[in-house]
């Protein structure tokens, strides 16, 4: 499996990892892209600290990103006030945390794991809640936010077709 990293900064390639299917297999396939290249390779994971489980989460993420040589930071969030719609927030916080992580490093482009399986999952839930005709586009292969540009390189692929690699080369993931 080719991961085609198109439009990224010719320098280091980051990423967000959670530790789910779909952001290990881009962490593989980044890795691989990264050797090949010689470009530094970066992740980042967010404990969000909502769950009992997100730290653990997080460590395996740690602990995935040794075993291959990849510098990798937790960022934490701790702006859950109660209030508001918690997603959103927490998306919200989660670009606005890794756009500083990254700026900090001088990294201009974060890689996210997105599928064509979350595209779809994307549209149904936008559909279900009435969006209008611009609330029903697609999920951006690649968006300025927060003062870094985001790029979705696996919206062309399957979750099944990442899971399928992954257990190819023996990697495991959580289940998110």
Not at 123 to 137: E, H, K
């Amino acid at each position: 499996m080719l991961l085609a990293i198109e439009n990224a900064d010719p320098g280091a390639i980051a990423l967000a990892v959670s530790g789910g299917g779909d952001s290990v297999a881009l962490l593989h396939l980044a890795h691989s892209v990264a050797a090949g290249s010689g470009r530094p390779l970066h992740a980042v994971s967010v404990d969000h600290g909502l769950r009992a489980e997100s730290a653990h989460e997080a460590a395996r993420v740690a602990a995935i990103c040794k075993a291959l040589g990849v510098p990798h930071d937790t960022l934490r969030w701790e702006g859950w006030d109660g209030q508001g719609n918690l997603q959103s927030r927490a998306r919200a916080a989660r670009y606005a945390l890794i756009a500083d992580w990254a700026r900090a490093q001088g990294i201009g482009t974060i890689l996210l794991g997105h599928t064509r399986d979350d595209q779809a999952e994307t549209f149904l839930m936008r559909l279900a809640r009435t969006a209008g005709v611009d609330g029903l586009s697609g999920m951006a292969a690649r968006f300025p936010r927060n003062g870094v540009t985001w790029c979705r390189p696996l919206l062309g692929t399957d979750r099944a077709t990442l899971r399928a690699f992954l257990r190819g080369i023996g990697a495991d993931w959580i289940e998110d």
